[in-house]
């Protein structure tokens, strides 16, 4: 994660204006003056995020991650199915137990891989001739197995390293979502280049595992790995897409205390250009409404479907809107951020 800390512009901001103004006028957003504001420009070692410990090694890889979302949506014999494919990729074997062919081509040939095991993503494929029989599907296997082991082994390693470097077993699902959105922010590039191949039909290699490990990826990587690292660390958290006049984006629809919300990584891309490279806060937790309304997007498709209905409702962060990341204190359950257009620094306060 990169360093944290205020602008130039903004300190000089804050300078003439004493503190800044509060910008929300919900009860827990206060504003602070520059006095009362740390500043760093150091990075944080691998045992702290934001002034946070971390303990290291805590999380361990879980190869059975599958939303609640999904399991409706997909039903609890496939999902079961899968978690049988997975269990049979790690074991490296050739063979899975499910219940019939269209569970079949649906667990390897579908979207369950890029959402669940990405690592796998055009590793193997379905022999849709003979490749199902009496409960027993085959895998079909696109790279030799060691070299998918070794695939598979790295992508977990770094999925375990990434967490146990900017979360921590103890931090509720508000901190869970924010230091992640914050690492993608700050640490991954919108990739051009595959946007061009993946509209030309050359995306096949498309998903959060080159996302990771290559720390680039257009919407549907950046959100699927979003949700993915969620997911690991306990948080339920799904892949949603919308159409505009521009065409489809994805970006990840996530559950916090309960309420539902949308979570657009890839709109939250830091830029060397804005706010001294600090993540914006426009696109974290969103409504229904602002999703909308920020980019008109329609006819929503929740994991692929449209058999259930999305409804974030809740506006509690709304406030964030018009203001980037500067600091998150999880003793004291305080965010600290700073406004658009001289809005001064505010303190978010929010819920364990």
Not at 68 to 93: D, V
Not at 200 to 208: S, T, Y
Not at 218 to 223: F, G, P, V
Not at 235 to 254: C, F, L, P, R, T
Request: proline share 2%; aromatic share 12%; glycine share 8%.
């Amino acid at each position: 994660m990169r360093r944290s800390y205020l602008s130039i512009v903004l300190i000089a901001t804050l300078a003439l204006t004493a503190c800044g103004t509060n910008a929300s006028n919900a009860s827990n957003v206060t504003s602070i003056s520059v006095e009362d504001m740390p500043l760093s420009a150091e990075p944080a070692d691998d045992t702290t995020t934001q002034n946070n410990t971390i303990a290291t090694n805590a999380f361990k890889f879980n190869e059975n991650v599958f939303s609640k979302k999904a399991a409706t949506i997909y039903g609890e014999k496939t999902k079961a199915s899968f978690f049988n494919l997975c269990k049979a990729l790690k074991a490296g074997e050739d063979t899975f137990e499910c219940p019939d062919e269209a569970t079949y081509i649906e667990c390897i040939e579908g979207d369950l891989l890029n959402h669940f095991f990405p690592a796998a993503v055009s590793c193997i494929s379905a022999d849709e001739t003979t490749g199902f029989a009496d409960g027993v599907g085959k895998i079909k296997y696109n790279i030799t197995k060691d070299e998918f082991r070794s695939r598979e082994k790295a992508f977990e390693d770094k999925v375990v390293d990434t967490l146990n470097a900017n979360v921590s077993p103890s931090y509720s699902e508000f901190e869970k979502a924010l230091n992640l959105y914050v690492y993608i922010s700050q640490n991954f590039v919108y990739d051009y280049e595959m946007y061009e191949d993946y509209l030309a039909g050359k995306g096949e290699n498309v998903g959060a595992y080159r996302a990771l490990m290559d720390s680039k990826g257009i919407s549907q990587e950046l959100s699927d790995l979003y949700s993915y690292l969620l997911l690991q660390c306990g948080v339920e958290a799904d892949i949603i897409s919308g159409y505009n006049i521009n065409g489809d984006h994805q970006w990840s629809y996530v559950t916090i205390s309960g309420k539902d919300y949308h979570v657009d990584p890839t709109q939250g891309l830091s830029s060397p250009d804005l706010f001294d490279d600090n993540t914006p806060l426009d696109y974290f937790l969103m409504t229904d409404n602002t999703r909308a309304e920020r980019d008109g997007f329609s006819d929503y498709l929740l994991c692929g479907s449209t058999s259930l209905e999305v409804q974030a409702t809740d506006d509690k962060y709304s406030g964030l809107s018009g203001g980037y990341f500067l600091k998150l204190d999880c003793d004291r359950n305080i965010l600290t951020y700073g406004g658009y257009d001289g809005g001064g620094v505010q303190e978010f306060r929010y819920d364990d």
